[in-house]
């Protein structure tokens, strides 16, 4: 949010309260706080009629320290909050000059100025950021809201990253984010999965520990400064030390939380029935059969919505005029090798028969006059599940439970951005708060009993929505995509955004989602979703099988889901890493080569871990340019070799895309022949009949 009108004026709707200066601290055995009134104290008299901002100063692991900034403290509403790792309540260490008094956290301190508002956050003797005048506060709007406000200063050329999945430019700078999520497809401003936290190239990152909404101005109220401002009465913000990206992600994710192992079976080929396709049995059994017929590996067939009656969802209930016998089609599906997973939503539609049922059990939020909240977008009088009632908790399980006995492997858990705040919730939860947490608490439900029902390592979910901490309970896709090129790009550049802020693991919808793209679309989204970290074939319309497309198509995803077969070891490396550091599966290339210049903006290639360099292709003359770093590159499929530090440019088959590794690398023997045993036996010089070009 912007307060003010340039650099000397503020908004004529807003008064501002600006900590002016630090009157004092004090150290308890609880805690330790500083003090910053809302106007300069000279005399005993300035004490009187005045606000003052108290901060607590905690620091729950070494290289991170939390600042809590509080004006009100008796009308801060505390659920719901983040669980946090560490020791959220730990003191940071006090020392003083005549200067300063010095808070400190490992080799991360904060100096806080004797005389003037001058904070600086420093690591190792150098300055990292610092809070400018004028900037620490609480806003008053003239219609009687509170907005608490502070910011943190960026250097000559910092840059920012992350706060969730987001498909606006990659680089934040010069743009307003605001954390709340919403149903708006890839190519929108507004996000699924807004996460409160950023980093920077200047070497920290900042967690803003608010579940509601936050609203950072990255350089885009005063350019000089990442601002962000909540309409409550308290901010705690964390500053994480790296100084790299991967040690500021390490930290980040100890605070919030780290993926589990996933089972082998979810880094395979997912097919889905498409969204509002018609199918059955017979429909499942053709698709599976041409799988087989053009030895395609297939691990998880997905039923999505329709596997319920229209109107009822969620009911938890096949549909017996399609399904006549869904526990048999069930065990056949996994005699024939395959995983089973089924769409389902947090919303109770009226005419599911479990309506009334969680209506009369208290299970469904309501209005502040005591109804049962409801709406008709999306599903006719649909109402929302309450997961802050342990009983709900319970219940919602339980319909999950008796799919899991019948058979099914894992859920899709769609949805949970739509969530109202004119409601009450059962544990008396801020209503503004829960519309982002809501959706920790409906993944967390459903990933628990799925941990309890399948065992440790066998939980997995295809969820769309997310909150600070939601990369505990994966794996989560970009969500409603279209099937053009632009799209594609924009659903990578939104999944790399999210690699940028906790996440480690990441899909989308091969072919994209809406509409019914080319075939040519196809074959490179094909060889994009194959070297992710979890692939799936999905629409809205249409069904993604390939060869409604051409048979091609069928030899491109036979080929790509080869490659990932020999990458399995290598995938399961990164898996370990993802749960014991909380590093990114998909690596933007700043985060592997942070001292490259050339990889700072770069939004159409990652790495996968930091050995292998994928650059889709996004054009439909099959003409894609990339940019290698320093050193010597080998094509992972064909050998040939490049000197890196240069932008490269030429046509690729859909057999193949820039695809590289370090000389030397193990994975280019896990890889090599691949091409020769599809029957593609060209190399690099027969592309497009042209070599490698330097841009």
């Not at 992710?532 to 036979?558: C, I, N, Q």
């Not at 070891?569 to 290339?589: Q, W």
């Not at 193990?666 to 593609?680: F, T």
Request: net charge negative; with cysteine; glycine share 10%.
């Amino acid at each position: 949010m912007k307060f003010t009108n340039g650099f000397w004026l503020t908004k004529e709707e807003f008064t501002p309260e600006y900590v002016r200066g630090f009157y004092c601290v004090e150290e308890s055995d609880e805690a330790v706080r500083a003090y910053g009134p809302y106007r300069e104290i000279r005399g005993r008299g300035d004490t009187l009629n005045i606000g003052m901002m108290t901060f607590t100063l905690t620091a729950p692991m070494d290289g991170v320290l939390g600042v809590r900034m509080t004006n009100h403290m008796g009308n801060y509403v505390k659920t719901p909050a983040f669980a946090l790792g560490g020791c959220p309540g730990r003191k940071a260490a006090l020392s003083e000059t005549d200067e300063a008094w010095i808070f400190s956290s490992g080799e991360l301190s904060l100096e806080i100025p004797k005389a003037g508002p001058q904070v600086r956050f420093m690591a190792q003797g150098k300055q990292l950021t610092r809070i400018p005048g004028k900037t620490m506060g609480m806003m008053h709007h003239r219609d009687g809201r509170n907005f608490l406000v502070t910011g943190l200063d960026l250097g000559v050329g910092e840059l920012v990253y992350g706060l969730g999945e987001r498909f606006t430019p990659f680089v934040k700078n010069g743009q307003t984010v605001d954390t709340w999520n919403e149903d708006g497809g890839t190519a929108s401003e507004i996000a699924y999965k807004s996460i409160p936290f950023y980093y920077t190239s200047g070497g920290y990152g900042v967690f803003v520990n608010h579940p509601g909404k936050v609203s950072f101005e990255v350089g885009s109220e005063k350019v000089e400064t990442v601002q962000f401002s909540v309409e409550d009465e308290e901010l705690e913000y964390f500053v994480i030390y790296g100084p790299t990206p991967k040690e500021i992600m390490e930290r980040y994710t100890a605070l919030t939380g780290r993926a589990p192992l996933l089972p082998d079976w979810s880094y395979g080929l997912w097919l889905t029935t498409s969204f509002t396709t018609d199918y059955d049995e017979k429909t499942v059994n053709s698709f599976i059969d041409g799988f087989k017929e053009r030895d395609i590996p297939l691990s998880v067939f997905h039923f999505d919505t329709f596997w319920m009656k229209g109107f009822e969802w969620c009911n938890f209930v096949w549909d017996r005029d399609m399904f006549p016998d869904p526990e048999g089609m069930l065990r056949r599906l996994h005699e024939r090798g395959l995983k089973i997973c089924v769409w389902m939503n947090p919303y109770i539609a009226q005419k599911s028969p479990l309506f009334k049922e969680a209506m009369d059990a208290g299970y469904l939020v309501r209005r502040k006059d005591g109804r049962v909240w409801q709406w008709d977008l999306w599903q006719a009088g649909m109402g929302i599940v309450d997961f802050t009632n342990p009983d709900a908790w319970s219940w919602f399980q339980a319909k999950l439970k008796a799919l899991t006995d019948m058979g099914v492997d894992c859920f899709k858990s769609d949805f949970g951005e739509r969530i109202p705040t004119d409601v009450v919730w059962h544990d008396g939860s801020d209503p503004e708060k829960m519309h982002n947490y809501y959706t920790l608490l409906y993944n967390r439900c459903v990933f628990e009993l799925l941990q309890r029902e399948k065992g440790e390592g066998e939980a997995v979910l295809f969820a769309r929505s997310a909150a600070a901490g939601g990369q505990q309970y994966p794996v989560h896709w970009g969500g409603d995509s279209t099937s053009q090129y632009i799209s594609m790009a924009e659903t990578l550049r939104g999944g790399l955004s999210l690699m940028d802020s906790g996440f480690s693991f990441w899909s989308h919808d091969i072919g994209g989602f809406e509409d019914d793209g080319t075939a040519d679309l196809y074959k490179r989204w094909v060889a994009f979703g194959l070297l992710s970290s979890h692939s799936r074939l999905h629409g809205s319309g249409s069904y993604r099988v390939p060869w409604r497309y051409d048979e091609e198509a069928s030899a491109v995803l036979r080929f790509f889901v080869r490659l990932k077969e020999r990458l399995m070891p290598y995938l399961k490396e990164l898996s370990l890493e993802a749960h014991e550091k909380g590093l990114p599966v998909m690596r933007p290339m700043h985060m592997v080569f942070p001292d490259d210049p050339a990889a700072a903006y770069l939004d159409r290639q990652y790495m996968l871990g930091d050995r292998l360099l994928v650059a889709p292709v996004f054009s439909p003359d099959g003409r894609q340019s990339w940019y290698l770093p320093e050193g010597r590159w080998v094509h992972l499929l064909d050998g040939t070799a490049l000197d890196g530090g240069r932008w490269y440019e030429e046509t690729w088959d859909y057999f193949d895309l820039p695809l590289y590794v370090r000389e030397g690398d193990p994975l280019l023997a896990a890889a090599a022949g691949l091409r020769e045993e599809a029957g593609l036996r060209e190399t690099a010089g027969a592309r497009g009949g042209e070599e490698a070009g330097c841009v």
